[in-house]
């Protein structure tokens, strides 16, 4: 492994462990990259239901956002995403990509939901899928995918709830 390799890997890795932090690093996808549609588990927990779906949800804006119950700046995000929720007509989905049963389980991601009054679907990138799809390298992590699959717009890091409507609504074509 060479020199810059090996820091860009260190980097990115500290990245994840940090959460995103403060840093906000956020970037708009003009590349025409489709995601998915992939399947991903979904959990019993207000606004969501215990089973399987597609993301993104055909037809319909999808704000796809990567989370851990570890990280404080995704626990902040809850309330930014909330607002959001409430204001726009699009799908909302919120993933874990933790590994299940190892640092966390299914139970204490539900917990986790709760705590947070998350109000839409939650589930579980277990085998990363979306993750790497998407080149998610912290969380939170919040990509806007148009009603064709298109992913519009990614961010690392956080972002107001008015910057994140703009996204959604520019996806929507509005």
């Known amino acids: 492994m060479n020199r810059r390799t090996l ?7 500290a990245g994840i462990a940090l959460g995103g932090g403060a840093y906000a690093y956020h970037r708009r996808r003009d590349d025409g990259a489709i995601l998915g549609p992939v399947e991903i588990e979904t959990l ?5 239901e215990a089973g399987r779906r597609e993301v993104p949800e055909p037809g319909s ?16 995000y809850m ?11 699009a799908t909302m989905i919120s993933l874990t990509n933790e590994p299940i049963d ?15 009054d998350g109000a839409w679907t939650v589930g579980i990138d277990e085998d990363l899928t979306l ?5 998610a390298t912290s969380v939170p992590y ?7 699959g298109r992913v519009a717009y990614a961010s690392d890091g956080t972002m107001d709830a008015a910057e994140l409507i703009a996204e ?4 929507a074509g509005e």
Not at 7 to 13: Q, R
Not at 142 to 148: H, K, L, S
């Open 142 to 148: 919040t990509a806007v995918v148009d009603p064709n």
């Open 61 to 76: 804006v999808t704000v796809v956002e990567l989370f851990a119950t570890w990280c404080s700046s995704c626990a902040a």
């Open 79 to 89: 309330e930014t995403l909330r607002e959001v929720e409430r204001e726009v007509d």
């Open 102 to 116: 190892v640092s966390v389980d299914r139970g204490e991601v539900v917990d986790w939901w709760r705590e947070h």
């Open 44 to 48: 019993d927990a207000p606004g969501s």
């Open 7 to 13: 820091l860009s890997t260190a980097a990115g890795a």
């Open 131 to 135: 993750t790497t799809e998407l080149d």
């Open 168 to 171: 959604i609504d520019a996806a």
